[in-house]
């Protein structure tokens, strides 16, 4: 038997969807996906959550760890897979939705090489009382200064 005729290179093989399973795992989803009958696709498809609980213990203290793992489930399986969810199916588009874009905060400080966090410093030292905290802080503004 000619062991290289049955060697699997990684650029021959199909893309995985989520790397982080491996292999096994997105062959095991395909296999699921290929059942005809429904009571052993959800039997199947539960094995493979239970197993993916166990891979991933870190994901046991986020509050909706089912709910992770079965939507990982489904886009691993390109939402092919036609189990009985106990959560509802988070669809394609939701999933592939662009998030807002974050507006950044717009405040042109006359001299820029200080920083925003300066200019905050100066004004709640400008607000206090004279004394020893006063000019403590001073002090400390001023050295900041000096270093940037």
Partial sequence: ?????????????????IPEYGRHFQK???????IEDDEERNKVAQAIIS???????HLRDVPDFQH?????????SDF????????????KEVLRQRPEPLEYPQNFPKYRFYGNNIKRMIDVAVKWEKGD????LEYAIANHMKKC
């Fill in 1 to 17: 038997m000619n062991l290289v005729e049955n060697l699997e290179y990684n650029t021959e093989r199909s893309k995985l969807i």
């Fill in 51 to 57: 197993v993916m609980g166990n891979i991933q213990p």
């Fill in 28 to 34: 095991m989803v395909d296999h699921a996906i290929s």
């Fill in 133 to 136: 905290m006063r000019d403590g």
């Fill in 68 to 76: 992770k793992l079965w939507d990982q489930l489904f886009i691993m």
């Fill in 80 to 91: 092919k897979l036609d189990v009985k969810s106990p959560f509802p199916i988070t669809s």
